[in-house]
């Protein structure tokens, strides 16, 4: 799998976009990028996921980079509630040996009032 | 639906002591997995399964051992708990036989100390 490279943490005002950057150079062409995020002692939680086209759901947006070298997660209009550690994983969709999510340390997003 | 259930939430062992975290889901997935979380790291994979009567090791495999006898339970056992495996335990699964989504579901975690 893919090396990622995340910020350890980063801040931002309720109400206003939150933009997460990540870094994957060393992407394969059949990797995908999922983001995931982790609430303060609860499980994980799946946000998105793409390949290479930008990506929409109810809860975010993801950018991919033409290249596929870095993408960015955006939480259109963040709340208090989006207080979270969000990690970037990338791996390849379907393997007959499993589908286990590397995480690294992610970024530990703070939302302030 | 209730998801992906872990039972105990917590649990506190004396060093020695044995001890089986059960993980279930109702989603009718193909694979499960048992992941580690230390404080202020990520996840680490345990063990994992691709389907019912199968296991394989993960990142971290040594002092648990795991079952999966029927597809929807999968069983992370400690034979003799040492205070290096305080931890919380977090079981996920993925890969519905039908539907497109590879979504992995996870549990909401079990506290274990060992002292």
């Known amino acids: 799998d893919a090396k990622t490279t995340q910020p350890t943490s980063m801040d931002c005002a309720e109400g206003r976009a939150a933009n997460l950057p990540c870094n994957h150079s060393?992407?394969?062409?059949?990797?995908?990028v999922y983001w995931y995020r982790q609430i303060h002692s609860q499980g994980p939680q799946y946000i998105i996921h793409?390949?290479?086209n930008n990506e929409t759901n109810e809860m975010a947006s993801l950018i991919i980079t033409e290249d596929r070298k870095s993408s960015t997660l955006i939480l259109p209009h963040a709340t208090l509630r989006d207080t979270a550690v969000y990690y970037c994983i990338v791996r390849a969709r379907f393997s007959n040996s499993g589908y286990a999510l590397n995480f690294g340390k992610g970024t530990s997003l703070l939302v302030t009032p | 639906n209730a998801g992906v259930t872990q039972t105990p939430k917590f649990r506190v062992l004396k060093t020695g002591q044995s001890m089986t975290l059960l993980c279930a889901q109702d989603m009718n997935h193909e694979y499960m997995y048992w992941y580690r979380q230390d404080p202020g790291m990520g996840l680490r994979l345990i063990h994992y399964?691709?389907?019912?009567?199968?296991?394989a090791k993960g990142e971290v495999p040594d002092g648990y051992n795991v079952s999966r006898l029927k597809k929807q339970n999968f069983l992370l056992g400690l034979e003799s708990a040492a205070p290096s495996q305080t931890s919380v335990y977090f079981c996920a699964s993925s890969y519905p036989l039908r539907g497109e989504t590879d979504t992995q579901y996870f549990g909401p975690g079990t506290r274990l100390t060992v002292l």
């Open positions: 399964s691709v389907g019912e009567g199968t296991t």
């Open positions: 060393t992407i394969s062409g059949n990797e995908y």
């Open positions: 793409g390949l290479k």
